[in-house]
């Protein structure tokens, strides 16, 4: 499976002559989408859903059964079911947005397993059900704390894991969190840069 990232939480993946996109949000390039069979959206938020694009697709776009899309066809999903996306097989996991203060955000977050293989967990450190190959941690989020990230990949014990969700974060502070990372998580950790291929 080739895994590309793009800006912020933003991946696409290439299998078998499939392409599947997770998360094209406000911030990631135009280009994710060129030529996708289908998408997956963690939750509703802009940063991982931009709806202008995804409205003019004309493909399949699978989303958390609550998520408020407007104007956006999709199927809707829960927690625990598993569907084809793009030749792809996926669960859908976890099921709630990580809290930043008190009771918000309050809005459904779903973590994709696809072909049992890469775990994308959109807004949430949901820890997968199941060893993986490739983790997509989270890096910086007004919900979390550096910490949290590197205690994320050290409980799921990926053979292999990147960061995501970095989109807010200038050229110093990437360097910074993605040293913490690769320090405390050993060789399992790498960055991705936007663009860039694993």
Known sequence: MRITKYTHSCVRLQHEGGTLVIDPGIWSE??????????LVTHEHADHADLLRLKGLGIPVYAPQSAQLPGLKFTGVAA??????AGFRVMAQGGQHARTYGNLPD???LAYLVEERLYHPGDSLHRPDRPVETL?????????KTDEAIDFVRAVEPERAYGIHDGQINERGLSTLNGWLADKCGSHYRRLAPGSSA
């Open 30 to 39: 135009p280009e994710a989408l060129t030529g996708a069979d289908a998408v």
């Open 80 to 85: 625990g079911e598993e569907f084809t996306a």
């Open 107 to 109: 809005c459904a977050n």
């Open 136 to 144: 997509l941690v989270p890096l910086q989020a007004s919900w979390m």
